[in-house]
């Protein structure tokens, strides 16, 4: 079987659609917020007193900025003592706590 010019043209621009939406696809859903994931998925708490600036800005209500604040308090004050001393980060209010409590552990 062969297949004509204008044929093996369709074939490949349909090809690369197909890659192109399969790599645009992986790169959105890189970039979800934790708070995207249903808990269900077996997701496990984002540990305050080891985590990073990038693993804090996936936290609802937390961007780059807050991020890196909480590092910084973090480093400052010898850890976190518990999930709500993260409130008293700038940045941090009692409703955004409130809606990343759920995906927060304290460890050792």
Do not use: C, H, W
Request: proline share 2%; glycine share 6%; aromatic share 10%.
């Amino acid at each position: 079987m062969t297949f004509t010019k204008e044929e093996k043209t369709v074939f490949i621009i349909i090809a690369v659609a197909v890659l192109s939406g399969t790599f645009i696809n992986l790169f959105l859903s890189y970039d979800k917020k934790i708070s995207d994931v249903p808990l269900s998925s077996g997701i496990a708490a984002i540990n305050i007193n080891t985590a990073t600036a990038e693993e804090f800005d996936r936290l609802p209500g937390v961007g780059a900025v807050i991020a890196q604040r909480l590092v910084d308090y973090r480093s400052q004050n010898n850890g976190f003592k518990s999930t709500a001393e993260l409130k008293n980060v700038k940045g941090i209010t009692a409703k955004k706590f409130a809606a990343m409590e759920k995906y927060l552990t304290v460890g050792q």
